[in-house]
């Protein structure tokens, strides 16, 4: 057993701790106040790398993996898990159009993906009910030259900064009578294709989170992703194996970001003449989110490591993306714990820290929906 990171994924941490610090870092203000992402920055990403992570270089992409975009991620969301979120999400379109495409729609998306044109976007979610995937409402019915959907997706992350979709909808039933899902690749400029409302979060604030609204949307056949009542499978791999470790890895991200803060403030802050770091009670704080991180961060990497070695890690990815966020909210919540009252001043990051690990808690599948996946996986193997 190798816990040790390589050169190149040392290297790689370094370079996008100072590419977030010099270019993100000084968007955050804005990007809190308008909740909108700053589109300049994709072609940014592109530079160094950021959009091609997980796709291959034929495609335009680096395909340095996933053990390496866990830590791109890690980066980016201790100075605004927002970009993180765009970022992770962004992956979740290039993956399934890699693994499920044709080589017509790999060598036309794929490269769009990669170059900085767009962001993309990874929708499964409609209003009647994120965890119940078989309640989707959204229809795509076959005209013979091309497929026409029906129906609202919401909480579509970049949803407002993408023109390439990857979505999922009914098709009809299964041989069971059970419904039958397909994923589709749509591009906003579609016929029937709309942007509906863009929610204004109390987290993540500068990713678009928004809805997409199909009425009678024309999409050419060969834009059927995988083949017919594949859906909900390519939904839930991509779901699974690249949304949860994207959303593990902004909760170790906010996990450190909340060390970093809180041991920083209780090193300066000074009470009875000493500085705060001085009282056990705020060590033992420091030590629970020491602690807290590390785990998260160790789950992850395992996680991630298993998904590039290619061996089934569903299960891994599931407790990393759970025990990570869950972290991130109590690592957060302990950093205000020892601001006392600057926690509420909005100068101070550690406010921004606790609201963002809130709303990742939901983003990939709720905590509850992780406990009954895990919760069967322990009743059948301990
Ligand atoms: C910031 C953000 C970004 C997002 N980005 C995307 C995106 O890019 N693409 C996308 O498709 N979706 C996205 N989502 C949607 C996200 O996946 C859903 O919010 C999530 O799956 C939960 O669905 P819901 O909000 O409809 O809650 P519901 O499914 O309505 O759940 C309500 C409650 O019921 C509980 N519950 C549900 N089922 C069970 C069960 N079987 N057992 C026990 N309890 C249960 C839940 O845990 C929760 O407490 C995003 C969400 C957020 C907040």
Known sequence: MDFKLSEREELLRKSIAEFAQREIAPLVEEMEKTGEFPRPLIKKMRDIGLLGLVTS??????????????????????????????????????????????????????????????????????????????????????????????????????????????????????????????????????????????????????AFSGELVFQDCKVPKENLLGKLGEGLKIGLATVNRVGRPGMASIGV??????????????????????????????????????????????????????????????????????VATENAFQCARMACDIHGGYSCILEYPVQRYLRDAWVSIPSGGTSQVAKVVLGRHAVKNF
């Open 253 to 322: 991200g906010l996990c450190y970001a909340s060390l970093e803060e809180a041991s920083k403030f209780a090193r300066e802050r000074v009470l009875y003449g000493k500085p705060i770091s001085n009282l056990q009670a705020i060590q033992f704080l420091l030590a629970d989110i020491y602690a807290l991180a590390e785990a998260a961060r160790l789950l992850n990497y395992r996680a991630n490591w298993m998904m590039d070695q290619g061996l089934p890690c569903d299960t891994e990815m599931t407790l990393a993306k759970l």
């Open 57 to 206: 270089p034929e495609y335009g992409g680096n395909g340095m993996g996933f053990l390496a975009r866990a830590i791109a991620i890690e980066e980016i969301s201790t100075v605004p898990a927002a970009v993180g979120i765009a970022l992770q999400v962004h992956h979740m379109a290039c993956w399934p159009i890699e693994t499920w495409g044709t080589d017509e729609q790999k060598k036309k998306y794929l490269p769009r993906l990669t170059n900085g044109e767009t962001l993309g976007v990874c929708s499964i979610t409609e209003p009647s009910g994120g965890s119940d995937v078989f309640g989707m409402q959204t229809t795509a019915r076959d005209e013979g030259d091309h497929w026409v959907i029906n129906g609202r997706k919401c909480f579509a992350t970049n949803s407002h900064v993408s023109d390439i979709m990857v979505i999922v909808a009914k098709t009809g039933e299964d041989a069971k009578g059970r419904p039958a899902f397909s994923a589709f690749i749509v591009e906003p400029s579609y016929e029937g294709f709309s942007l509906g409302r863009e929610e204004n979060k109390m987290g993540f604030r500068g």
